[in-house]
């Protein structure tokens, strides 16, 4: 008879803290409330009130929490080395008070990046993110059909779902990251063989692949193939066996050298066929007017978070040369580079890559316990990062899953402890011991 396999404990925090950490995600993504208080997209006062819950909550995550989190030094020691530059940059930024307000922002909510990643282990991480993504799904289908000018573009795009948010593009960023979670809960229930019914996993991932296909975003679609397609491509790999995993390896590097050949020769008729020019809707010229703007400050940039200001003359002259008022640079790299400069640049790009080595060598123990949604999301977050600015932002969901996914990656849970030796039953009947009272003098006789 086959034995069944092993189901590890479920480690899921309590229900309250399940229902906290949602909040918390619900408020990074920035769903609802942004929008129907700065319909405009202006940082007002209010807003940055709204926020003050937030961070006591986070606060109070962290102090109940405190002998899970500690254990995350490693994280904590590289997060905080990236907290430290941006808060320096103050002394060289174009706007000192954005910048300085900012870093407190982006510490308190890396702060809670290490906290998800510490406390939420295994499938417990993504199954939070599924079930607040769902949460945020449904609402956003309420929004666009009960309340068609807040989920429904009525100017650009218009016509376009955006549910609970500014615009299409954040709404679909936002359900990748619910379908990558429900694939990968659903990845791990099969492997761990928890007999959890998968109904909710399902919904979420029917839901949020409709409303990815309703924004008709060519970025969050490409995400969608890439994050589901890594999940289900490892989970198949896991199943089938060393055979299965040679045809994929040699698969994989065809299609790799085959997309580079193809894109190399006809690059535009790639971008034509999905809908894109040349220019990526303008974004080349974008890139080229800030890279002119990065050679004139290469290891400082402008500062954190200030660049992009309402009264920035560096943004003004790069809105005049492209003739459009550009809210950012459209790639996350270029952006980090006119904040910080190259050392921020490769600061964060080392991060990323401590992260993917150390999930690709906990595969076949984290990386099956999560259903392998740390690579997932890692290779979304990759890809995402080409082409929207989501690199060390002060409150975006995208940068505090990658934080989460960090802090996975370099904390080790404690070894469990080794039950002790049962001693043995006590016989009914034994022979007396023959020691040395037994004996004349207390001696065996001697025998010659």
């Known amino acids: 008879m086959r034995a069944s396999p092993v189901q590890p404990p479920d480690d899921s925090p309590?229900?309250?803290?399940?229902?906290a950490a949602g909040f918390v995600v619900f408020m990074l993504t920035g769903a609802l409330i942004a929008p129907v208080i700065a319909p405009d997209q202006a940082e007002t006062p209010v807003l940055r009130l709204i926020w003050l819950p937030v961070y006591a909550v986070t606060a109070g995550l962290l102090v109940f929490r405190f002998d899970k989190v500690i254990r995350a030094w490693p994280a904590w020691l590289m997060v905080g080395a990236l907290v430290a530059l941006a808060y320096v940059s103050q002394y060289w930024s174009i706007d000192p008070e954005v910048t300085d307000r900012r870093v407190i922002a982006m510490a308190i909510n890396s702060a809670f990046a290490v906290y998800l990643g510490a406390v939420f282990r295994g499938a417990a991480l993504p199954r939070v993110l599924m079930h607040?993504?769902?949460?945020?799904?449904?609402?956003?289908?309420?929004?666009?059909?009960?309340?068609?000018?807040?989920?429904?573009?009525?100017?650009?795009?218009a016509g376009l779902w955006r549910g609970l948010w500014y615009e299409k593009n954040q709404m679909g960023l936002v359900m990748v990251v619910g379908a990558v979670s429900a694939a990968a809960c659903l990845a791990a229930d099969q492997i761990a063989a928890h007999g959890r019914k998968p109904w909710a996993a399902l919904?979420?991932?029917?839901?949020?692949?409709?409303?990815?296909?309703?924004?008709?975003?060519?970025t969050s679609?490409?995400?969608?193939?890439?994050?589901?397609?890594?999940?289900?491509?490892?989970?198949?790999?896991?199943?089938?066996?060393?055979?299965?995993?040679?045809?994929?390896?040699?698969?994989?590097?065809?299609?790799?050298?085959?997309?580079?050949?193809a894109w190399h020769v006809a690059s535009a008729s790639i971008l034509q066929a999905l809908g894109k020019d040349p220019s990526l809707t303008g974004r080349t010229l974008i890139w080229e007017a800030l890279m002119r703007k990065v050679a004139e400050r290469p290891w400082t940039g402008f500062g954190f978070s200030a660049f992009w200001g309402v009264d920035s003359v560096p943004a003004r002259e790069i809105r005049i040369q492209t003739q459009w008022p550009?809210?950012?640079?459209?790639?996350?790299?270029?952006?980090?580079?006119?904040?910080?400069?190259?050392?921020?640049?490769?600061?964060?790009?080392?991060?990323?890559?401590?992260?993917?080595?150390?999930?690709?060598a906990r595969t076949n123990g984290l990386g099956a316990r999560e259903g392998y949604w740390s690579i997932g999301y890692l290779s979304v977050f990759v890809a995402l990062s080409l082409s929207e600015s989501v690199l060390l932002n002060h409150a975006s969901l995208p940068w505090s899953l990658m934080l989460a996914i960090l802090t996975r990656a370099v904390t080790f849970d404690p070894a469990p402890l080794r039950a002790p030796l049962a001693r043995p039953a006590a016989r009914a009947y034994q022979n007396r011991p023959r020691i040395a009272s037994d004996y004349v003098n207390g001696r065996r006789p001697l025998r010659f």
């Open 132 to 157: 607040t993504c769902l949460v945020m799904a449904v609402g956003s289908l309420i929004m666009v059909f009960a309340y068609p000018k807040v989920g429904v573009h009525q100017f650009d795009n």
């Open 14 to 19: 309590p229900l309250w803290e399940q229902l």
């Open 326 to 360: 550009v809210p950012s640079a459209h790639n996350g790299w270029i952006d980090l580079l006119v904040q910080l400069g190259w050392p921020g640049a490769i600061a964060v790009a080392a991060l990323i890559v401590i992260a993917a080595v150390m999930i690709l």
């Open 203 to 218: 919904l979420t991932l029917i839901l949020t692949v409709i409303l990815v296909l309703a924004t008709q975003s060519k």
């Open 221 to 261: 679609l490409l995400c969608l193939m890439i994050g589901v397609g890594m999940v289900g491509g490892w989970w198949v790999l896991k199943q089938g066996g060393a055979a299965v995993t040679i045809v994929a390896l040699w698969a994989g590097v065809v299609g790799i050298v085959g997309g580079g050949w």
